[in-house]
C-alpha cells in the first residue's frame, strides 16, 4: 500500500506525521505523494479539505483518514494518542472504505469562455462583491424564485455541519445523496420574497442560479474564494464522484454531530 500524509504544520501535527512516517515505512507501506492509496490528515477538518482538493483527481483509488490535533472533527475522529493503533490496522489492512456525496459546481460564463467545473466537499457558497446579491433560482428548468439578500449556500450532506448549520441549515445525515441550499440573510417584504427555508435537493435535481444584475461573483468551493466575471449561471448537482474515507471503527455520525456540539470530553 502506499500512502502520504498531509500535517497542519504545528509542532504536535509534525511531530505525529514523522512518528506515522516511520511506523507505516516500518511495516513495510510505500510513501508515495504522488499517488496515495490512502493520506493521513494530520491537523483538523480544514487539514482534510486541501488534502482532498490536492488528491480530488484520484478519488476513486484514495482514501482519507484524519487525526485531530485541536479539536474533534467530522473527517478527523482519531486522538493524537492512538497513532499507533491506527497505523497498526492501516499496515493490517483492517479497515472498510465508506463514501460520502460531494457537489458538483460548474459556471458558465457570457462571453462564450468554457466553463468551470469544482468539486467541493463541504459547501459552495456564492456572494456579490455589491451589497446585495440578486439571482434567480431554478430548480429542474423551472423558476423557483428571485433571492436577494446576502448570499446562497449550497452544501453536501457531510458539510451540513458546517457553514450550513450556522445558517440555520439542516443537518443531513451522509448516506443521503442530496445537497442544501440555505440562504444568507434574504430580503423578505411585501415586494421582495424567498421561501425563506432550506431546500434540500435529491441526486436527480439541478439548482441552477442566474444573476440579475451584476455578472461578477465571489464563489468559495470549500476554502477556496475565487472571483468569477461575467458569470451567465451557476448549476449545482450532486456530483457522480464521491469522497471515500478509511473507517477502521464505528463512528456513528449522530454520536459525531453530539460529540461536536452538545457534548464531549475529547
Known amino acids: 500500500?502506499?500512502?502520504?500524509?498531509?500535517?497542519?504544520?504545528?509542532?504536535?501535527?509534525?511531530?505525529?506525521?514523522?512518528?506515522?512516517?516511520?511506523?507505516?515505512?516500518?511495516?513495510?507501506?510505500?510513501?508515495?505523494?504522488?499517488?496515495?492509496?490512502?493520506?493521513?490528515?494530520?491537523?483538523?477538518?480544514?487539514?482534510?479539505?486541501?488534502?482532498?482538493?490536492?488528491?480530488?483527481?484520484?478519488?476513486?483509488?484514495?482514501?482519507?483518514?484524519?487525526?485531530?490535533?485541536?479539536?474533534?472533527?467530522?473527517?478527523?475522529?482519531?486522538?493524537?494518542?492512538?497513532?499507533?493503533?491506527?497505523?497498526?490496522?492501516?499496515?493490517?489492512?483492517?479497515?472498510?472504505?465508506?463514501?460520502?456525496?460531494?457537489?458538483?459546481?460548474?459556471?458558465?460564463?457570457?462571453?462564450?469562455?468554457?466553463?468551470?467545473?469544482?468539486?467541493?466537499?463541504?459547501?459552495s457558497t456564492v456572494k456579490s462583491p455589491e451589497v446585495t446579491l440578486v439571482m434567480d433560482v431554478e430548480l429542474n428548468g423551472e423558476h423557483f424564485e428571485r433571492f436577494r439578500g446576502d448570499g446562497l449556500c449550497m452544501s453536501t450532506p457531510s458539510g451540513s455541519t458546517a457553514y450550513n448549520k450556522a445558517l440555520g441549515g439542516a443537518i443531513i445525515h451522509p448516506s443521503l445523496p442530496a445537497i442544501q441550499l440555505t440562504e444568507m440573510a434574504s430580503i423578505n417584504n411585501r415586494v421582495f420574497r424567498t421561501v425563506g427555508a432550506p431546500l434540500v435537493l435529491p441526486s436527480h435535481h439541478k439548482c441552477v442560479l442566474t444573476p440579475v444584475t451584476a455578472p461578477d461573483f465571489m464563489v468559495t468551493v470549500d476554502h477556496l474564494q475565487l472571483l468569477h466575471k461575467d458569470v451567465k449561471s451557476i448549476e449545482y448537482i450532486v456530483s457522480?464522484?464521491?469522497?471515500?474515507?478509511?473507517?477502521?471503527?464505528?463512528?456513528?455520525f449522530w454520536k459525531r454531530v453530539h460529540d461536536s456540539f452538545i457534548d464531549s470530553d475529547v
Not at 511531530?15 to 508515495?32: R, S
Not at 457522480?240 to 477502521?248: A, Y
Open 240 to 252: 457522480k464522484e464521491r469522497v471515500r474515507f478509511g473507517r477502521f471503527r464505528a463512528f456513528p
Open 1 to 123: 500500500m502506499k500512502f502520504t500524509i498531509q500535517s497542519r504544520n504545528d509542532d504536535l501535527s509534525n511531530k505525529l506525521m514523522k512518528e506515522a512516517m516511520d511506523y507505516l515505512t516500518d511495516f513495510g507501506l510505500l510513501y508515495d505523494d504522488e499517488e496515495p492509496d490512502m493520506v493521513l490528515s494530520i491537523g483538523g477538518d480544514g487539514t482534510l479539505l486541501h488534502g482532498f482538493h490536492k488528491y480530488s483527481h484520484r478519488l476513486k483509488d484514495t482514501a482519507f483518514v484524519g487525526i485531530h490535533t485541536g479539536h474533534l472533527g467530522f473527517y478527523a475522529d482519531w486522538k493524537p494518542a492512538e497513532i499507533e493503533k491506527l497505523v497498526i490496522s492501516i499496515a493490517r489492512k483492517e479497515y472498510d472504505v465508506i463514501e460520502y456525496p460531494l457537489l458538483d459546481v460548474t459556471i458558465n460564463y457570457q462571453n462564450g469562455a468554457q466553463s468551470t467545473t469544482y468539486l467541493a466537499l463541504n459547501e
